[in-house]
């Protein structure tokens, strides 16, 4: 599960350029906020999980 305040890398990019989210409210749908622009979303989580790049570069 994702945390609030967690910042996901996603595959698919924002029309604004940004790749990067952050997340507002973890649960059936996430609603992520693009860090670049701060535009709001909502994605359902499983459709989330296949579009996550890297979820921490700190771990394996
Ligand atoms: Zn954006």
Known sequence: ?????QILTLRKKHPCGGQTWEV????VDTRLKCTTCGRVI??????????IKGKSTASQ
């Open 1 to 5: 599960m994702h945390e609030v305040g």
């Open 24 to 27: 507002i409210k973890p649960g």
């Open 42 to 51: 909502l994605v359902p989580r499983d459709k989330l999980v296949r579009q």
